[in-house]
T-cell receptor
Framework: DAGITQSPRHKVTETGTPVTLRCHQTENHRYMYWYRQDPGHGLRLIHYSYGVKDTDKGEVSDGYSVSRSKTEDFLLTLESATSSQTSVYFC?????????????FGEGSRLTVL | SQKIEQNSEALNIQEGKTATLTCNYTNYSPAYLQWYRQDPGRGPVFLLLIRENEKEKRKERLKVTFDTTLKQSLFHITASQPADSATYLCALDAGNNRKLIWGLGTSLAVNP
């Protein structure tokens, strides 16, 4: 158990509303990631963080913002949700062993935007 | 840009046989390549990592090979069991900023 929890696990919302997904880790790891997973696209990186207040964009960052004010928490915000953001969102932390970079994932947050 | 290809067709095998899954990449050889397992409704789980200077890595019934000439990694599950049924994802390092490039995964079904 990598000590990662995501909340909420399921959410249904309406187009145009703001949504925040939370990722909490108990491992004190430096790198945290937000991915979305969709059929036919696989895992796509939205944003990642390499420390408190240090974040960077991934390949599908439009429409998303992130914040990391504490090592243990990484928040993903959809400022104005759209139907194209209906997806399963996974948070991950990077293992700290050397430079091998294996990721440990949370259980996912399923978001439906109506 | 780097791309990963995994068999899109599901693989069905009989219990006890060896399952072999393929991961091909198109561009530069990555410093390492990783394999993950994903069950329906769950997050991916890390299984094995192989570095570019390693030809083979084993862990219990799992074996991974890495051929930089063919730009290919093979993932083997020997003595397969129905509990091995899952989707298996290949990922390789993107060369910078601690990011990974992911394949779409191959679905494996082991029939009793």
């Amino acid at each position: 158990d990598a000590g990662i929890t995501q909340s909420p696990r399921h959410k249904v919302t309406e187009t145009g509303t703001p949504v925040t997904l939370r990722c909490h880790q108990t491992e004190n790891h430096r790198y945290m990631y937000w991915y979305r997973q969709d059929p036919g696209h696989g895992l796509r990186l939205i944003h990642y963080s390499y420390g408190v207040k240090d974040t960077d964009k991934g390949e599908v960052s439009d429409g998303y913002s992130v914040s990391r004010s504490k090592t243990e928490d990484f928040l993903l915000t959809l400022e104005s949700a759209t139907s194209s953001q209906t997806s399963v969102y996974f948070c991950a932390i990077r293992g700290e062993l050397a430079d091998t970079g294996e990721l440990f994932f949370g259980e996912g947050s399923r978001l439906t935007v109506l | 840009s780097q791309k990963i290809e995994q068999n899109s067709e599901a693989l069905n095998i009989q219990e006890g046989k060896t399952a072999t899954l393929t991961c091909n990449y198109t561009n530069y050889s990555p410093a390492y390549l990783q394999w993950y397992r994903q069950d329906p409704g769950r997050g991916p789980v890390f299984l094995l990592l192989i570095r570019e200077n390693e030809k083979e890595k084993r862990k219990e019934r799992l074996k991974v090979t890495f051929d930089t000439t063919l730009k290919q990694s093979l993932f083997h599950i020997t003595a397969s069991q129905p509990a091995d049924s899952a989707t298996y994802l290949c990922a390789l390092d993107a060369g910078n900023n601690r990011k990974l490039i992911w394949g779409l995964g191959t679905s494996l079904a082991v029939n009793p």
